[in-house]
């Protein structure tokens, strides 16, 4: 019996490993389809290289830090996966090691769509390495590696805060630090839309990330407990619905009409939310927690681009940290002692856990967002870490790949400008056709380029 439940908890695990894997198509579809076309293939490549770098470094030093024996701040074993034991719980060490490897691509991918269009690929590389070696790690040791908040009771049942705002603050940090893209803001400071070029991939970008995220929050559970996964399951639907419901209907209030890029978000605001608490709240809890979650997206995208003049190029701050953050504080107000991980909260009559999850939120975002922004003001003191204008005019994808998402695309309509205007790194005979070649917010202009 033993061996059989070994068996199915491993399977179930690495199922929904493989679903949050899963997920990184879901975030190139997302963030290429809310970009414009220009930098599709620099989009495809950041996402490709995010998991092939973070699986090196969490295998290398980052498991060890998160999850090796150390002291409540930081582990100091189990680099390499060595001088640790062959099963954690009720897996095995690398089934265990699979599962937590995907979780920590994606905090990294959570930056790559915040700073799109504008920052040197090889600049990115260098962060990725950076988030997922160290990072995300620490502050994953003190949430689920035996660390400090673990031990003094924050819940973060699968990664609101540990992953979502992680990544959510080091996209913040990203943007400060690369400013807008230009073209977004006027000299009066007016902001110019600049809208993505792919609707339908964008939304199969989120279906994608929706059927993902059921491993994401299911597997957290790390075994195949059927009624704490179908508990889960059912928290992460209704909370993913009640945040595009809620956005759909505040937009078409506000806006006169509904907005398709914002809905989108409303339900990742809806599944970022419920995260932390999904085995923590009843049905009914995540169904309020998607609703003020998506009405916080809406809002906190426009201040950001609006009041403090953030370029975030698909709302990653917002959706992934705004929203980790009202997650985690909603298992303190939620949270219920008939859920599979009882919770006394708020309704619940309890006070002393929201305290706690707001200490872990404060944390947490002291850790990633500073040791973020150094990163970057580092490397741009250093390196660099933004193209050159005409780079940016031209789009990524010719000048820092040599090659088009879309070679047979060509604009008409609009105005050419010299060739001279624009730099190509391409060898002679590589690319041949026409680039598009983004001159304000909201127009292209096409340049001929051999």
Same mark, same amino acid.
């Given at each position: ?85 062959? *099963?954690? #719980?009720? +897996?095995? &060490?690398?089934?265990? $090691? %699979? ?7 994606? @905090? !990294? ?93 964008? *939304?199969? #970008?989120? +279906?994608? &990330?929706?059927?993902? $995220? %059921? ?7 790390? @075994? !195949? ?95 992934? #940290? ?16 008939? @859920? ?111």
């Amino acid at each position: 019996m033993e061996s059989l439940e070994l068996s199915v908890n491993t399977i179930w695990v690495l199922i929904s490993a493989f679903l949050v894997m899963w997920m990184r198509a879901g975030f190139a579809c997302l963030e290429a389809g809310l970009t414009r076309a220009k930098n599709t293939v620099n989009i495809l490549m950041k996402n490709v290289a995010t998991i092939a770098i973070g699986a090196l470094t969490f295998f290398i030093v980052g498991y060890g830090l998160m999850f090796g024996d150390g002291n409540c701040f930081v582990g100091w074993k189990g680099f390499f996966l060595e001088n640790t034991d062959d *099963t954690v #719980g009720h +897996l095995p &060490l690398y089934a265990f $090691w %699979f599962f937590q490897a995907v979780f920590c691509a994606t @905090a !990294a991918t959570i930056v790559s769509g915040a700073v799109a269009e504008r920052i040197k690929f090889t600049r990115y590389l260098i962060f990725t390495a950076v988030i997922t070696a160290v990072i995300y790690p620490v502050s994953g040791h003190w949430i689920w590696g035996g660390g400090w908040l673990q031990n003094i009771g924050f819940v973060d049942f699968a990664g609101s805060t540990a992953v979502h705002s992680v990544g959510g603050w080091a996209a913040l940090a990203g943007c400060i630090t690369l400013g807008p893209r230009i073209g977004k803001y006027n000299k009066n400071g007016t902001v110019n839309p600049i809208p993505g070029h792919n609707a339908p991939l964008a *939304t199969l #970008g989120v +279906l994608i &990330l929706l059927l993902g $995220w %059921f491993g994401f929050n299911g597997g957290s559970w790390l @075994a !195949a407990n059927p009624f704490a996964i179908s508990h889960i399951a059912g928290t992460t639907l209704l909370a993913a619905a009640a945040g595009g419901l809620s956005v759909t209907l505040l937009t078409l209030f506000k806006f006169g009409k509904t907005d398709y890029s914002m809905i989108l978000n409303g339900i990742l605001a809806g599944l970022v939310s419920i995260t932390a608490g999904t085995a923590s709240v009843s049905f009914l809890g995540a169904i309020v927690i998607g609703i003020i979650g998506g009405v916080i997206v809406v809002f906190t995208i426009l201040f950001f681009e609006k009041n403090l003049k953030i370029d975030d190029a698909v709302g990653a701050v917002s959706v992934h #940290g705004i929203c980790g953050v009202w997650g985690t504080v909603a298992v303190g107000i939620f949270g219920v002692p008939t @859920a599979p991980v009882a919770v006394h909260g708020l309704i619940a009559g309890g006070l002393s856990q929201l305290g706690i999850q707001s200490i872990g939120v404060l944390a947490t975002f002291a850790w990633a967002f500073g040791t973020s922004l150094a990163c970057f003001l580092l490397l741009k003191a250093t390196m660099g870490i933004r193209v050159p204008e005409q780079q940016e005019f031209a789009g990524l994808d010719v000048q820092e790949h040599g090659i088009s998402a879309y070679p047979d695309f060509i604009s008409k309509g609009f105005s050419r400008i010299p060739i001279s205007k624009v730099e190509t790194h391409a060898a002679p005979g590589l690319y041949q056709g026409r680039i598009s070649i983004g001159q304000s917010g909201s127009h292209d202009q096409a340049g001929s380029i051999t």
